[in-house]
C-alpha cells in the first residue's frame, strides 16, 4: 500500500532553516508528481510546493526564493528545503501525491519558527 512518511520538522528560530524529508513506499515514485502541504492552526491546508516526474516545480508566492522541493527517485523521497523561515511559516507540513484514482497523505510533520 502506498505511504508516505514526513521527517525533519522542528523548532527553529526566525531566519533559521530545516529540510523536510517524504519517504514514500508502495508505488513506483519515479512516475508521479509529488506535493508538499502546510495547515497552520485554524487554517485551511495551503499547497506549499510540487514536483512533477520531469523535476518541473511549482512554488506558492509567500515561499517562492526562500523554499527548494526536489526529489531523489532512487531513494523515493521528496525534500523541503526551508530558508529564511518566518513566524508565519510555522504549521504541520505534509507529503502528498496522486496515484491512479486515489490521493494519499503523510501524517505530517510539526514545523515551528519562533524566538
Known amino acids: 500500500q502506498v505511504q508516505l512518511v514526513e521527517s525533519g520538522g522542528g523548532l527553529v528560530q526566525p531566519g533559521g532553516s530545516l529540510r523536510l524529508s517524504c519517504a514514500a513506499s508502495?508505488?513506483?515514485?519515479?512516475?508521479?508528481?509529488m506535493t508538499w502541504y502546510r495547515q497552520a492552526p485554524g487554517k485551511e491546508r495551503e499547497l506549499v510546493a510540487a514536483?512533477?516526474?520531469?523535476?518541473?516545480?511549482f512554488y506558492v508566492d509567500s515561499v517562492k526564493g526562500r523554499f527548494t522541493i526536489s526529489r531523489d527517485n532512487a531513494k523515493s523521497t521528496v525534500y523541503l528545503q526551508m530558508s529564511n523561515l518566518k513566524p508565519e511559516d510555522t504549521a504541520v507540513y505534509l507529503c502528498?501525491?496522486?496515484?491512479?484514482?486515489?490521493?494519499?497523505w503523510g501524517r505530517g510533520t510539526q514545523v515551528t519558527v519562533s524566538s
Open positions: 502528498n501525491t496522486r496515484v491512479m484514482f486515489s490521493v494519499y
Open positions: 514536483i512533477s516526474t520531469t523535476d518541473t516545480t
Open positions: 508502495g508505488f513506483t515514485f519515479s512516475d508521479y508528481g
